[in-house]
């Protein structure tokens, strides 16, 4: 036997070891399983210096030791050599177009080129992906010659995106929520929304009122839907279907208790196995939530699924990728005009209309930082389309200003759970910067 031991080998040593440790080890936290691990880590470089000596071979050097534990239990309790990168505190976004260029976004430094060596070459990247999709998702996943893209949740809550093979080299994109347990509050302190919206949003919540958020890549929907939820009771049962986790709300132990997290899953190499978010909008219902999240509509089934619960009444928070408040109905349109069950885009609006209750866009203000620009209330359907009441409109500085267009019926149910309807009399807002 050789006595050297890769990291593959070290790190199913440790996985066994965990297996065959429970019931015993079901009670332990994380820093107890990481210290179990380590002395298995341990045990075996053991066990391995030993018959080096014995077959007068040249053992492990005790620096290259330390630094295969250290990355075995990394890799398995974190995200391997990606883990360096989610310990900066003030990272945002991590891009690798390649093992030779890595770059970091931070949130007040902007983008920098990170200056050390990380990974061996392309091949030590494709690798380092492979190994976390196996391992460190909800549901196992590929990233190989047959499935060259991938989106996963990273144990932190992070979400990566790799491609390869189509791609000139592998590439990955690691997007990483600074707020991982945010509030309305401090999404106003740090400027994103103002004094009226948060008090509209807070009894917006309270009413149950059914809310999709727009905005283009990177414009904080994930944050924004994450205050909304923690406007809610610890108790509130939440139901939450994404693609791939990112709200995380189980990760707050105040509110785990309630929260349903459930996770698409792609089909396996035979081609089945599938499960669409579709078909987890359909089940949760079973599940008698007080809330549904539907992270991100993306396709005709989901978006009509979505509707169809909106319009019995649930109360519901969902996002959409789009450009504006004003007419990201017509995205969720288009997606139900499309698809096995398609209906025409007028019949589209219809159940639109009777579906949501607010529209809010978020997205960039003059000075780049996130902030909410836009809010529309659903004021009905005029036999094509979708009626709105513009309530929020980008003012000067790239952030939403108000306007008193709020219907008579919707602030009265509003004002009752605690809005004060005059903050919107203010026409520059009552932003805090």
């Known amino acids: 036997m050789n006595a050297l031991v890769s990291l593959e080998e070290m790190i199913e040593a440790i996985q066994e070891a965990l297996v065959l440790a429970e019931p015993t080890s079901v009670g332990w936290d994380d820093l107890e399983r990481e210290a179990y691990a380590h002395d298995v880590a341990v045990r075996l470089l053991g066990d391995r210096a030993r018959q080096a000596i014995e077959s007068n071979e040249e053992p492990m050097d005790p620096v290259a030791e330390s630094d295969l534990i250290g990355r075995a239990i990394a890799s398995y309790f974190g995200s391997g050599k990606f883990q360096r990168f989610l310990d900066l505190d003030d990272m945002t976004d991590l891009m690798i177009n390649g093992a030779d260029s890595i770059w970091v ?5 902007g983008r920098e080129r990170w200056p050390h060596r990380v990974f061996t070459d392309d091949a030590d990247l494709r690798d380092e992906v492979a190994q976390l999709a196996r391992r460190a998702g909800a549901t196992e996943r590929r990233f190989d010659d047959g499935r060259p893209l991938l989106v996963m949740r990273l144990p932190d809550g992070s979400r990566l ?4 093979v189509v791609s000139t080299r592998p590439q990955v994109s690691i997007r ?3 707020l991982p347990v945010a509030s309305l509050e401090e999404l ?3 400027g994103t929304i103002d004094a009226a919206m948060r008090s509209m949003f807070d009894a917006a919540m309270r009413v149950g009122l059914r809310i999709v958020a727009s905005g283009e890549t990177g414009a904080g929907k994930t944050t924004f839907l994450r205050a909304l939820v923690n406007a809610t009771a610890f108790d509130t049962r939440f139901c939450v279907i994404e693609d791939t986790r990112e709200l995380n709300l189980a990760g707050d132990p105040a509110r785990s208790a309630a ?7 792609e ?3 035979e081609g089945a196995g599938e499960i669409t978010q579709a078909d987890l909008v359909r089940h949760a219902l079973r599940f008698n939530p007080d809330w549904l999240v539907v992270g991100e509509v993306r396709d005709a089934n989901a978006a009509r699924e979505m509707l169809l619960a909106m319009q019995h009444g649930h109360p519901s928070l969902s996002t959409v990728h ?9 995205k969720l349109a288009q997606y139900v005009a499309q698809g096995p069950t ?6 589209a609006a219809l159940l639109i209309s009777d579906a949501v209750d607010m529209f809010v866009h978020l997205g960039r203000d003059r000075d780049g930082r996130r902030a909410v620009v836009e809010v529309c209330e659903v004021a009905g359907w005029n036999g094509s389309e979708v009626q709105l009441n513009r309530v929020f409109v980008p003012g000067p500085a790239g952030r939403g200003v108000p306007q008193p267009h709020l219907s008579d019926a919707r602030r009265s149910v509003l004002v009752d759970a605690g809005f004060d309807h005059s903050l919107l009399l203010n026409p520059d807002g009552w932003w805090a910067r």
Request: glycine share 4%.
């Open 105 to 109: 976004e931070y949130v007040d430094r």
């Open 161 to 164: 995106a790799a491609i390869m």
């Open 176 to 178: 990483r929520n600074v």
């Open 188 to 190: 106003e302190q740090r």
């Open 259 to 265: 929260v349903l997290e459930w996770e698409t899953r």
């Open 267 to 269: 089909a396996n190499i």
């Open 322 to 330: 789009h450009h504006s408040a004003g007419s990201a109905w017509k």
């Open 342 to 347: 398609a209906v025409g885009f007028d019949i």
